[in-house]
């Protein structure tokens, strides 16, 4: 079977994440997947001694879960099996070219009934750039070129955690807005987050700088607020699922229930050859 080409430069994501460091990254993104996931963490009544979080970012994690084991967001993650009671994957997914993969070695590194959170980018992120680039660079270039990562759907979100062996899978996601001065201002924020073009697909060669121009005009064109800002659409996906184990529920094997659900609905139903019609003159 043919292996199918790589979606990820995985040198260049990891220059384009180095250089964020070096030049004081943009974290608060991570900083409120960090609170959410803090939040569910607290409605779940079990006390977790064995973390793991799976990122590229460590600091927002290290404040929330002090004892927590941090895992580089490598294709394979550095993570023993059965060594935890709860993994994170923390805004990394995305840029995997086997997130199920990325969700199978997590599962293996849970003990039996441990729990796994994840929380990545959705397909609604950065709608209003991939629209403003596109158009873009059709009209300055002639055509279109691979600038924008494609990211994953909510209802595609709970197949990935059961093709990865997770029990119970519950995927959500929120949304919410941030906005810039200008298209220059969100660029600048997205190298500062590591997550520029890193597509094995990209153009090598340098965008000529009429692109951008023009993209920015038809930005602020079609998105401009009443303040002068443009926004720029956030889509988080959560994911969880728990390691199975025996004490968790389980669904009845076909044919094996005891009870008619009309009985238990306390409904009246013909029996087979009493003419009974169930109606009432």
Known sequence: ?????????????????????????????????????????????????????????????????????????????????????????????????????QLIQCRRALKPDGLFLGVLFGGRSLHELRSALAEAETATLGGLSPRV??????????????????????????????????????????RAMGETNALAARHR????????????RRYAEIHTMPDGRIPATVEMIYLAGWAPAETQPQALKPGSARMRLADALGAHTPRPGSGDSGSSD
């Open 205 to 216: 060669r340098p965008a000529p700088r009429r692109l951008f121009d023009e993209a920015a």
């Open 149 to 190: 990562l494609p990211m994953a759907e909510i209802r595609d979100a709970g197949g990935l955690l059961q093709r990865a062996g997770l029990a119970l899978p519950v995927a959500d996601c929120a949304e919410m807005s941030v906005t810039y001065a200008n298209l220059n201002a969100l660029l600048h924020d997205l």
């Open 1 to 101: 079977m043919t292996r199918p080409p790589d979606l990820t430069d995985r040198h260049a994501l990891a220059l384009h994440r180095a250089r964020a460091l070096r030049a004081g990254p943009a974290l608060f993104l991570h900083e409120a997947a960090a609170a959410e996931i803090k939040e569910r963490l607290n409605e779940v009544n079990r006390t977790f001694t064995a973390p793991a979080v799976v990122t590229p970012f460590e600091m927002p994690w290290a404040e929330i879960l002090p004892s927590a084991r941090l895992v580089a967001a490598d294709e394979t993650l550095t993570l023993d099996p059965g060594a935890h009671d709860l993994v994170i994957h923390a805004l990394a997914l995305h840029w995997s070219d086997d997130p199920v993969g």
